[in-house]
Each structure stands twice: as structure tokens, then as C-alpha cells.
T-cell receptor
Framework: DSGVTQTPKHLITATGQRVTLRCSPR?????VYWYQQSLDQGLQFLIQ???????AKGNILERFSAQQFPDLHSELNLSSLELGDSALYFC?????????????FGPGTRLTVL | AQSVAQPEDQVNVAEGNPLTVKCTYS??????LFWYVQYPNRGLQFLLK??????LVKGSYGFEAEFNKSQTSFHLKKPSALVSDSALYFC????????????FGPGTRLSVLP
């Protein structure tokens, strides 16, 4: 167990809908990252927050947004969902945001868009 | 740009035999390299990382990795494979100057046959 928790484990929804994925980092970790894993794209970085502030953006669609709250948990919001958004979404956390910091991953949320 | 390659999609090895999962990298500056493992329906688990120092890095579950600067490689190894080592293995490198988020290789599926 990495200490990173994600809810829900599974989400099934319809095209056009909006969902929210939640992540609680390990105790003491200030950085939170979101990744998307799909068969065709592999593991792709979406967005990073550090102590409540957005630190970096990757391949995140405009329909997606995220935030990190004062208690350091994070939420990833996905709207106007399309079939292609079906994927496994991982949250990871690290103590700081340095290049040598280990990221610890949560178990993921599997999103299925029908 | 930072990148890693995993030249083998699939590696098959018999239980008890040594295993190697290959990774080559292309980075600017000092290379920081990570290995993660993903078991079915699970999140990524950290195995080990190379930051500096000894070229042989020891990690979790009996795994080790050898950093080779001249060959720009960071191969994952284990002296004696277990069936329970069957999983998807990812090599990763931090994306520099853009927060500390990872660029992942495509993954190598390891199958250890009894």
C-alpha cells in the first residue's frame, strides 16, 4: 500500500457527462500528480500541483481541470466526456517537487464512458 | 527532451532463471532514472531509482538495476525470477524544468513461466 488513496475505484458514465475523481496524497506529501493510462497512449502526465498551486501541465484536455485543496487532497474533473476518455486515471504524490523525488501512485480510478 | 525507450514489449523467462528488462534513455543533464512495476488491476509500485553514485542500484523485491552511462542504459535485473514477478514494468525519467513529472517508457510485459 503506497499510502495514496483514490476514489472511486470504478466509474461508468455516459458520453457528455461530468465526473470528479478524488485523490488523497501520502501524509506529508506536498506534490500531487495526475496521469492517464490508456492502451493506445500509454502513461501520460496530465497535471501537477504543489502545495495548492498548479506546477506543471501536460497533455490535459481543456475539458479536464483539477485543483488541490488546503488539506492537500486533489480532484480531477472531467467534463463533456467522450468515449476516448475511457482510461485508468492515476494520482501520485511526492514529498516535494524535485527531480529526484520518488512518486508514489494510488490504485487508480477506472473510467468507462459508454 | 527527456525520453526513455523500452525495446521489448514482452519478455518471457522461466522461473528460477535470471531476468533482464531493458531501458535506454536520452536526457539532458544528469540522468535520474526510475523503475516502476504494475501488477494487474493495481497502481504503479516504485522499485528503485538511480540518482548518482554506485552504478548498481538495489531495490524492492530483490530487483536491481545497472546504470551504464556509455550505453545510456538502465536495465532492470533479478538473479532468480518468480512467477509472482509477472507484471508490466515501466522505466521513467523526470521531465526537466517543467515540474517533476515523469516521462514513462511504453512498458515491458514480463511473463515468468513455471
Amino acid at each position: 500500500d503506497s499510502g495514496v488513496t483514490q476514489t472511486p475505484k470504478h466509474l461508468i458514465t455516459a458520453t457528455g457527462q461530468r465526473v470528479t475523481l478524488r485523490c488523497s496524497p501520502r501524509s506529508g506529501d506536498l506534490s500531487v500528480y495526475w496521469y492517464q493510462q490508456s492502451l493506445d497512449q500509454g502513461l501520460q502526465f496530465l497535471i501537477q500541483y504543489y502545495n495548492g498551486e498548479e506546477r506543471a501541465k501536460g497533455n490535459i484536455l481543456e475539458r479536464f481541470s483539477a485543483q488541490q485543496f488546503p488539506d492537500l487532497h486533489s480532484e480531477l474533473n472531467l467534463s463533456s466526456l467522450e468515449l476516448g476518455d475511457s482510461a485508468l486515471y492515476f494520482c501520485a504524490s511526492s514529498v516535494e517537487a524535485g527531480d529526484t523525488d520518488t512518486q508514489y501512485f494510488g490504485p487508480g480510478t477506472r473510467l468507462t464512458v459508454l | 527532451a527527456q525520453s526513455v525507450a523500452q525495446p521489448e514489449d514482452q519478455v518471457n523467462v522461466a522461473e528460477g532463471n535470471p531476468l533482464t528488462v531493458k531501458c535506454t534513455y536520452s536526457v539532458s543533464g544528469n540522468p535520474y532514472l526510475f523503475w516502476y512495476v504494475q501488477y494487474p488491476n493495481r497502481g504503479l509500485q516504485f522499485l528503485l531509482k538511480y540518482i548518482t553514485g554506485d552504478n548498481l542500484v538495489k531495490g524492492s523485491y530483490g530487483f536491481e538495476a545497472e546504470f551504464n552511462k556509455s550505453q545510456t542504459s538502465f536495465h532492470l535485473k533479478k538473479p532468480s525470477a518468480l512467477v509472482s514477478d509477472s507484471a508490466l514494468y515501466f522505466c521513467a525519467v523526470p521531465r526537466r524544468g517543467y515540474g517533476q513529472n515523469f516521462v514513462f517508457g511504453p512498458g515491458t510485459r514480463l511473463s515468468v513461466l513455471p
